[in-house]
């Protein structure tokens, strides 16, 4: 049986999701995915149970009736699923879908309260978006599409698959909902640095008083997998206020297979629900969180108010430190904490200032890290991690600043911290040292000299330095030797560059020139693509990227499941992450971080593919259509980009021609809209003269009219054509991706289990290249813009300015002397 990638799971969910998107936003429709997602698998897993449970018990020799006694035993199931509730039933829908579907829910819930108390019964199919709800026949086919999604485990490529899954279409939700994703999901760099950040260790205990959709308590569990533990010696907390986020979280849980999860609903400040035998609070070994910003808190009938040595104003949006306050009362005696926060916690006056010289007196604070803007939807302002430790409090004498706010990738709607980015701020954070621009370890007096002002800027100022420019070289010309040597990174690494791009003065040594090659400013970026000693560095950083991959290719190999034990994805990732650092320690092209980060983006751009491996070995489905096709239906694939090609430039010209001051210069035939509607009025027109003219027997105005309607068809004809051909390509298109499927399919059949391996670690050693490829192309382009700047400030002095503008005024006078001006 062929088993679900990550891919193909994701496909069919998403097009499950087509029926709902013209209806309703993403942020409105995600619960009803959530919904029915929960109960497909839990309808699948029951029926596999229940198959698996017969065999058993018949295998034991238990009479028939016995056996079907114990298979109605709801103890026997992690879910009892009853008759409403099963796929069977709902398959069928098709009047009242939205109320069956909802009663479904609730008979879920209520046969498994102990685990889904609360979880589905909020889920309403007859919910009113607008004006209206959704109809029968938009529900029977949702259900239809989910009919499609075979949800058993042995369904799956991995265990974790339904989870990653699950994952993946929070992600897609938090993308389309904007401003209302922060109240479900943080960014998953910005989880994974707080994770590394608290450093969780197998028999802890971790909380997030703000799970949203439980990111952070996932990716904790995945961190301790990741590091060698045992991800179930882990005891996970949460809570949540907004009840469908809580439900999310619920079922994010359950789809991961963390059932001990134990994830509460209610305000986390008014009421926390994490309690001990005593109805003390529960105090935890690590927590992380990502509250709502800037809200207001409401102090009256608060719970436990011994959390709160300075209270914020009820109003002016300031709970943020209300937050952070219950954080550190619920931490254990040498517990850690890591939280985000807006900036403005570190510098306002009043109780801010209080509740920070709070937490710097009793040595709470250990470090302060700034972030980059627009990690976070919804908003563009930056955000810092506070880090707070109470081992070694009493003896802290220091806070760690690290100003990472210039660091990361630029997006279109946000940015993002890269590893790289991730890698340098859990190692300054852990090394706890001076990092010029980047981090210092401040002494409390200072601090408390700045009136426990925590503004990173006035700690670590990271601003880039003002641009030099050197006057007698903008007077006189030549570049100036200490700006050359500034750039000594690529002079290293790609030796003779600097010699062929610049040529010292003999008498004026301070001084260099522009090479003669460089005639002008567009001549570096060839000059710097085409150089021996960057393509030498670069061959040689391939090369031990080749001899690397190499020595390791037989326990990527080995990652395939053996003698029934499956391989372990995390440990493989440790040991080349730390294999590929030694590889690459004498080499200065890139740094360590970026070594790091590459392979960490490398391995998590794979991670499914990687676990689907561990999991049930070299199959061909782990094989992309893509490569399918290229491999053996080229000729398709270019038959089809030629025809994506016509229809594009079919399509172009049909735009074009509904802008306004159109004109058919190119004699295309294409109309515009407007003009094919009075053609075709015009020719009604002329053939019922025509008809008018020949009945009368005025034949002059017959031969008038007739020649006009021709000249008409004739222009419409040419439209239509061109209309036809484009209609035609679109049906040749559909048609031909339908063939495709069919022929990966069948091509895919073909493929041994042997073959697949070859293929596939092809597939990962063309990745691996093409990854660090990336980071080595990043800096050839940073070399030309550090060079393109030194060409944009001197290669034109003031002197040419002035012969150019004397040229310039004299051409000038000329021709006003000519017209007669003097």
């Known amino acids: 049986m062929t088993k679900l990638t990550l891919s193909q799971l994701s496909g069919l969910l998403f097009r499950a999701c087509d029926d709902l998107r013209g209806n309703m936003d993403a942020s409105e429709y995600k619960e009803y995915i959530f919904g029915m997602l929960f109960l497909k698998r839990l309808s699948d897993l029951f029926d596999q149970e229940r198959e698996q449970l017969a065999r058993d018990l018949k295998a034991k020799g238990m009479a028939a009736k016995a056996v079907e006694k114990q298979l109605l035993n709801p103890d026997k199931y992690t879910f009892w699923v009853p008759e409403e509730a099963h796929w069977s039933k709902i398959r069928h829908l098709k009047t009242n879908v939205g109320t069956s579907l909802n009663k479904a829910l609730e008979a879920l819930e209520d046969a498994n ?58 992600k897609f ?16 760099d910005v989880v994974r640095t707080l994770v590394e950040i608290v450093d969780p ?17 996932i990716q904790t569990r995945d961190y301790i997998r990741e590091c060698g533990g045992d991800p179930r010696d882990l005891s996970l907390y949460g809570q949540e206020s907004i009840g469908t986020t809580w439900s999310i979280c619920k079922m994010n849980m359950l789809l991961h297979g963390i059932p001990h999860a134990d994830i509460r609903q209610e305000d986390t400040i008014r009421r926390p629900q994490h309690k001990d035998e005593s109805t003390e609070l529960k105090r935890f070994d690590r927590v992380l969180a ?155 007096t200072e601090i408390v000299g700045e009136d426990y002002n925590c503004n990173i ?15 007698r070289a903008h007077l006189r010309g030549g570049v100036p030797v200490p700006e050359i040597e500034a750039l000594s990174h690529f002079w290293k690494n790609y030796a003779g560059l600097r010699e062929r791009v610049f040529l010292l003065r003999a008498k004026d040594t301070a001084y260099a020139d522009f090479a003669p090659e460089v005639t002008d400013r567009r001549a ?68 360590d971080h970026q070594v790091r980060g590459a392979f960490a983006r490398y391995v998590n751009d794979l991670k499914a593919d990687l676990k689907s491996v561990a999991a049930s070995g070299w199959g061909p489905e782990l094989i992309p259509d893509g490569d399918i096709l290229e491999s053996q239906f080229p000729q398709l694939l270019a038959e089809m980009e030629t025809k994506r090609v016509r229809l594009a430039e079919l399509s172009a010209m049909f735009a074009a021609a509904d802008e306004e001051d159109y004109d058919d210069s190119d004699d295309t035939g294409v109309l515009p809209t407007e003009q094919v509607k009075a053609l075709k009025a015009e020719l009604k027109e002329a053939n019922a003269q025509a008809k008018l003219a020949k009945k009368e027997r005025r034949k002059g105005d017959w031969d008038s009219h007739t020649v006009q309607a021709a000249e008409i068809e004739k222009r419409l004809a040419r439209h239509k054509e061109l209309e036809d051909e484009a209609r035609q390509l679109k049906n040749a298109l559909r048609a031909n991706e339908k063939k495709q499927e069919e022929l990966v399919t069948v091509a895919r059949e073909k493929i041994d289990r042997d073959e697949a391996r070859r293929v596939i670690i092809a597939r990962l050693h063309r990745l691996m290249i093409q990854t660090y490829e990336a980071y080595l192309q990043a800096d050839q382009r940073a070399c030309v813009i550090a060079l393109e700047n030194l060409h944009d400030k001197y290669a034109v002095t003031a002197a040419m300015i002035e012969i150019r503008r004397h040229n310039g005024a004299m051409e000038l006078k000329k021709f006003l002397t000519e017209l007669g001006y003097e």
């Open 173 to 188: 939700f938090a993308d389309s909902a904007g401003k209302k994703a922060g109240e479900f999901y943080t960014p998953a």
């Open 457 to 471: 800027r006035r700690y670590v100022d990271n601003a880039p330095p003002p641009e030099p420019h050197d006057v």
């Open 201 to 217: 260790q197998p028999g802890m205990s971790a909380y997030d008083p703000t799970c949203g959709s439980g990111g952070m308590l």
């Open 290 to 444: 990502n509250p709502p910003f800037s809200q207001n808190y409401i102090k009256k009938d608060i719970e436990y108010p011994g959390r709160f040595a300075v209270w914020m104003p009820e109003k002016g949006k300031k709970a943020d430190l209300m937050f952070v306050q219950h954080m550190v009362a619920v931490l254990k005696a040498d517990g850690k904490m890591a939280t985000i926060m807006p900036h403005g916690v570190l510098f306002r006056g009043g109780e801010e200032k209080a509740a920070r010289r709070h937490f710097i007196e009793r040595g709470w604070l250990e470090a302060i890290i700034g972030l980059p803007a627009g990690l976070f939807y919804g908003t563009g302002i930056p955000a810092c991690v506070l880090v707070m430790n109470k081992q070694g409090a009493t003896s802290r004498k220091h806070v760690l600043f690290i100003n990472a706010d210039r660091e990361y990738r630029e997006g279109k709607a946000q940015n993002f911290l890269r590893p790289e980015d991730i890698s340098k701020i859990v190692y300054t954070y852990r090394e706890r040292k001076d990092v010029l621009g980047y981090a210092r370890l401040v002494p409390v």
């Open 524 to 591: 570096l970026a060839g000059l710097v693509k085409n150089d021996p000693g960057l393509a030498k560095a670069h061959a040689r950083f391939l090369r031990i990227l080749e001899d690397w991959w190499n020595q390791n290719l037989l326990a990527i190999e080995g990652l395939a499941p053996t003698k029934g034990k499956r391989g372990n994805v995390y440990d493989l990732r440790r040991k080349l992450l730390a294999s590929i650092s030694a590889a690459f320690a004498k080499q200065k092209l890139l740094t």
């Open 113 to 170: 309260v102990d685990a889904l108390q609360d979880v589905l019964k909020g889920i309403n199919f007859n919910r009113k978006i607008g004006q209206r709800s959704l109809d029968d026949d938009t529900l029977a086919n949702f259900v239809q599409n989910f009919e499609k999604i075979p949800l058993r485990d042995e369904n799956f490529e991995f265990p974790d698959l339904l989870g990653a899954a699950y994952e993946y279409l929070i």
